[in-house]
């Protein structure tokens, strides 16, 4: 994975992105926004981070100088969470990028689907079914299609436990997920009564929220799942309820440069836009 950031990604960067920037009909400057994705006066032990050096996101998305190796740089995709003041601004810039959008969301919540956060060792089973249910994804081959087995996911819960937000607000995992109720649904020996069909693994670093991994069950694809769950996460970004939800600058989903091009219009769709970030100043040096 190393040597394929090192090598690959700056020809990729090189080769795609003028290409990419032009279908997305994106035309003038490239925002820049400073992020700090220490924010050390607001992290709180127990903290999962370690923070001697920067974490690999950070190295491959933060830049650090003006020059031509930033050229070479992946463009990360981003939303810019303070450019909307409520849910009402997000859903006016979802309408104007696709009007199908909000109907089709708005239709999943009348059939059941809900999204919120969950612990991954209580729904592993669905987990693992939704990793399989596709050989391939607009971001290419699922290799998990033919190798995963539950328990690589997590140790799957022997009892029902409830959601909990992480101690640090600043530094975190959390799974994200979209549900159908379901009464007797069981994850090997314990009933959950609802099924999980999509779901994001999503990264906080301070400043930036990160979607690493974002899926969905091929059988619930087209009932617009992962556009109603990312829409849950930037509503409950802009709410700022709780402390782990407040005060996240962007939203980062990977990079101009990745996948398909069915992944760019997803983005686009998503209200996510090419963005440099760089170095805030209170983390400069
Ligand atoms: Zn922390």
Not at 158 to 164: I, M
């Amino acid at each position: 994975m190393r040597l394929y950031q090192r090598l690959v990604e700056p020809m990729l960067a090189l080769a795609l992105r003028r290409r990419r920037l032009a279908l997305l009909d994106f035309d003038g400057a490239v925002p820049e926004i400073p992020v700090d994705w220490r924010r050390d006066a607001d992290c709180e032990a127990p903290c999962p981070l370690v923070k001697d050096r920067p974490p690999r996101l950070i190295e491959r998305y933060v830049s650090r100088r003006a020059g031509w190796r930033e050229r070479l740089r992946l463009m990360p995709m981003v939303v810019d969470i303070d450019r909307y003041p409520d849910a009402a601004a997000f859903d006016a810039a979802l309408k104007a990028r696709s009007t199908r959008t909000l109907p089709k969301i708005r239709k999943a919540e009348r059939e059941g689907y809900y999204a919120r956060p969950f612990l991954v060792q209580c729904h592993v089973h669905d987990v693992h079914a939704i990793r399989t249910s596709m050989p391939m994804r607009s971001a290419g081959p699922v290799l998990d299609y033919w190798l995963l087995k539950p328990g690589h996911i997590a140790e799957p819960a022997t009892e029902l436990h409830p959601f909990g937000w992480p101690t640090c607000p600043m530094h975190w995992i959390i799974w994200w997920g979209v549900f159908l109720p379901e009464p007797g649904h069981r994850q090997g020996g314990v009933e959950v009564g609802e099924r999980l069909v999509a779901f994001v693994k999503m990264w906080r670093l301070g400043d930036i929220g990160h979607y690493t991994e974002i899926m969905g069950h091929r059988d619930h694809l087209d009932k617009g799942v992962m556009l109603m769950l990312h829409r849950a996460i930037v509503r409950a970004l802009i709410a700022a309820e709780v402390p782990a939800m407040r005060g996240v600058r962007v939203l980062l989903y990977g990079a101009l440069e990745h996948g398909r091009a069915g992944l760019l219009t997803w983005k686009k769709r998503a209200g996510f836009r090419p963005t440099r970030m760089t170095v805030s100043s209170s983390t400069a040096g």
